[in-house]
């Protein structure tokens, strides 16, 4: 029977370079304090032995981890998962969480947590205890629930609010929501029209009222009215129906209407077809997020792109940044998003 191939660990690493496990240990964390010739010779045994670090070998250079948590909503998330409709926030989350960590060292874990459960508490304790996580991504609505931001800060848990509005004190980011709504805002003003309908989402984000506040003053800067032109729906499409047919049956109907995801602007299409109205001869859309689904309806929809991987990205290099006691970038950072033109905005129709 032949013989299983020993793994190499940094045992062997060390004696192999002729260091102490803590010298191999400082090299592989990537930590300022080992000399370049020190690092060089150390990183020479690891090539040549074919060494691949784990987390207990991190470990080893002090109390940190090298773990990063990243918790999304679970019912929302599920919801998504099950439907198939094209929502990739999660991928996007992961591709730009995933790597960035890897270029420190670092993994991703990612955890699903409700926000609105009575046991929210004993299930965020159970993932720390496990995990004991160097940091945690809080993403929209987690870092607004005061149960999970509390109980980070009684363990002592750095985190990074995204798209939260209580930013006071803490390491947050955001995609610019207000900007991103003035710009669709604009864009569609611009192209002559000026009843401009909004579909809101749901309360329990604030990135609901942020882009609210982005279309009405863009508005009212524009001197337009906003009476009658704004529905609230909850991110579904269910919602965004309703919203839509109150919108589109009103007598004086809007021109265009901007949603605040795709799931919403889809179902207000659906309904502008039902009604005998043609996307975007009779009314234009323009949606926010930007998933891969929104390149597929007739007529495709202009969208705003959500930066979401550049913006996970950031989040773990602030949490990094901030545990090594690094220089960081004013706060709350931006992260701009975009509109990506596509067939569903035109000239309004004229009157007859």
């Not at 240990?25 to 784990?54: C, F, H, W």
């Not at 390149?295 to 602030?318: G, H, K, M, N, Y």
Request: contains cysteine; glycine residues 8%; proline residues 5%.
């Amino acid at each position: 029977m032949a013989r299983r191939r020993q793994s190499v660990t940094i045992k062997h690493v060390a004696a192999d370079a002729g260091v102490s496990l803590q010298t191999v240990s400082r090299v592989i964390n990537n930590e300022a304090n080992v000399r370049p010739e020190m690092k060089a010779r150390v990183q020479a045994s690891i090539d040549k032995l074919g060494y691949v670090p784990s987390i207990a070998a991190q470990r080893m250079s002090g109390s940190r981890s090298y773990l990063i948590l990243a918790l999304n909503d679970r019912q929302r998330t599920i919801e998504d998962w099950r439907a198939r409709e094209g929502s990739d926030w999660i991928d996007q989350m992961l591709l730009g969480g995933m790597l960035k960590c890897a270029e420190y060292g670092y993994r991703l874990i990612f955890e699903l947590v409700d926000t609105h459960s009575d046991h929210i508490e004993r299930e965020l304790k159970g993932a720390i205890a496990a995990l004991q996580p160097d940091g945690v991504i809080l993403t929209p609505p987690h870092g607004d629930n005061a149960l999970i931001t509390g109980l980070l800060d009684k363990h002592k848990i750095p985190y990074v609010r995204i798209g939260s509005r209580a930013n006071g004190g803490a390491l947050s980011i955001s995609m610019g929501d207000d900007a991103l709504a003035r710009m669709a805002t604009q864009h569609l003003i611009d192209k002559g029209h000026m009843r401009i309908g909004f579909i809101a989402g749901a309360r329990e984000y604030a990135v609901s009222q942020w882009r609210k506040e982005g279309w009405l003053e863009t508005m009212r800067d524009n001197g337009l009215a906003t009476d009658g032109l704004c529905e609230r729906g909850d991110f579904s499409f269910a919602s965004g129906e309703q919203a839509a047919r109150i919108l589109l049956e009103s007598r004086a109907r809007p021109t265009a209407i901007i949603a605040s995801n795709d799931q919403m602007t889809m179902a207000t299409n659906k309904v502008a077809h039902e009604l005998g109205l043609k996307v975007p001869g009779d009314l234009s859309l323009i949606s926010f997020d930007n998933t891969p689904v929104v390149r597929f309806v007739q007529p495709p929809l202009t969208a705003i792109d959500q930066p979401i991987a550049e913006t996970v990205s950031r989040a773990v290099e602030l949490l990094i940044k901030s545990q090594r006691g690094e220089e960081l970038p004013p706060l709350p950072l931006i992260v701009e998003g975009s509109l990506v033109e596509r067939n569903s905005v035109a000239a309004p129709p004229k009157s007859k």
